[in-house]
């Protein structure tokens, strides 16, 4: 290929395995769920009809949250779903990487 390029456009030199990036990557994901459960573990935010922002835990009003404490478990919460969506985004990625790799995959028949 020119410029001794990859199929993928990259330099075959510069490209990483897969399981090079695992570990970072894990890092992250461990690191970001143990920050967003400890942060929410008193329970989650919740709003009244009215609109008043609370703690609620299993049901329980705990206490009235201020604004910024709403936000901030809010913010929480949304952190604890995404890194999951990122773990099976990697996982993905990894697994076409390898596919890639592989070459053309020759058809019997």
Not at 32 to 61: C, I, M, Q, S, W
Not at 94 to 106: E, K, N, Q, S, T
Request: charged share 30%.
């Amino acid at each position: 290929m020119p410029g001794g390029e990859g199929r993928l456009g990259h330099r075959p030199e510069a490209r990483r395995r897969p399981s090079e990036r695992s570990p970072p990557v894990l890092l992250y994901l461990f690191l970001n769920f143990v920050l967003a459960a400890g942060t929410l573990r008193e329970g989650e935010p919740r709003t009244t009809p009215d609109g008043r922002p609370y703690l609620d835990y299993k049901g329980r009003h705990v206490r009235d949250l201020s604004d910024a404490e709403y936000r901030r478990l809010s913010a929480a919460e949304v952190r604890l779903f995404t890194g999951h969506l990122i773990a099976f985004h990697g996982i993905a990625t990894i697994f076409f990487i390898w596919l890639d790799r592989r070459g053309p995959v020759a058809r019997e028949g």
